[in-house]
């Protein structure tokens, strides 16, 4: 079956722009991660859904971010007036639920703020 | 708070060595510790996880880790590295609920022929 995939893969915005970031969880999945990975580091947790509603936010760096998941499948992860420190690449991963269940991880949208 | 530390930001071993991989991690309550491999342009694998029970776990490809609570580590070993295994490495600390992963600044690993 398929796994989760984001788009786009790559994405150059202007600073100051509104981006959208997309993923789609592997089909049955009803908890969905949005990691942030910046250059040389590990991922680092930004949000985490279960089902439709964001059980755990707190890794969202400031009221710029925002993500949805309006009918508890695919994810919108929306940033607001991009500067250029949101230069990473974004993953998304999804879990059977969220207990003791692997996550799978998407291969990332590498987000450019010029 | 929650941490994972990976000491060695790269690591060079010849095709056919063995390999030990570095991590401890900080943690208040029983931990949920994880290895996955990224590839380039490729998403993150679970290699293993280790939640209870036998202290050594056994992966894919080849690899294992050892869960020493005395030391607060989880390294990665695999007896006979190969080529494909040039990768990076990161170790990964969390509650089982899974909602809050942390991730280790990860280890390259480059495999010589």
């Known amino acids: 079956g398929a796994g989760v995939s984001q788009t786009p893969s790559n994405k150059v915005t202007e600073k100051g722009k509104y981006v959208e970031l997309r993923c789609d969880p592997i089909?049955?999945?009803?908890?969905l991660y949005w990691y942030r990975q910046s250059l040389g580091q590990g991922p680092e947790f930004l949000i985490y859904?279960?089902?439709?509603?964001?059980?755990?936010d707190s890794g969202l760096p400031n009221d710029r971010f925002f993500a949805v998941r309006p009918e508890g499948s695919v994810s919108t992860l929306k940033i607001q007036r991009t500067e250029r420190g949101d230069s990473a690449v974004y993953l998304c991963?999804?879990?059977?639920?969220?207990?003791?269940?692997?996550?799978?991880f998407g291969p990332g949208t590498r987000l450019t703020v010029l | 708070a929650q941490s994972v530390t990976q000491p060695d930001i790269h690591i060079t071993v010849s095709e056919g060595a063995s390999l030990e991989l570095r991590c401890n991690y900080s943690?208040?309550?029983?931990?949920?510790l994880f290895w996955y491999v990224q590839s380039p342009g490729q998403g993150l694998q679970l290699l293993l996880k280790?939640?209870?029970?036998?202290?050594l776990v056994q992966g894919i490809k080849g690899f294992e880790a050892e869960f020493k609570r005395s030391q607060s580590s989880f390294n990665l070993r695999k007896p006979s590295v190969h080529w494909s295994d040039a990768a990076e490495y990161f170790c990964?600390?969390?509650?089982?609920?899974?909602?809050?992963?942390?991730f280790g600044a990860g280890t390259r690993l480059t495999v010589k022929p």
């Open positions: 991963a999804s879990s059977l639920s969220s207990t003791g269940n692997e996550q799978f």
């Open positions: 089909s049955g999945h009803t908890a």
């Open positions: 859904f279960q089902g439709t509603g964001a059980a755990d």
């Open positions: 943690y208040g309550a029983t931990p949920y």
């Open positions: 280790y939640f209870s029970g036998d202290t």
């Open positions: 990964a600390v969390g509650p089982y609920n899974n909602n809050d992963m942390r």
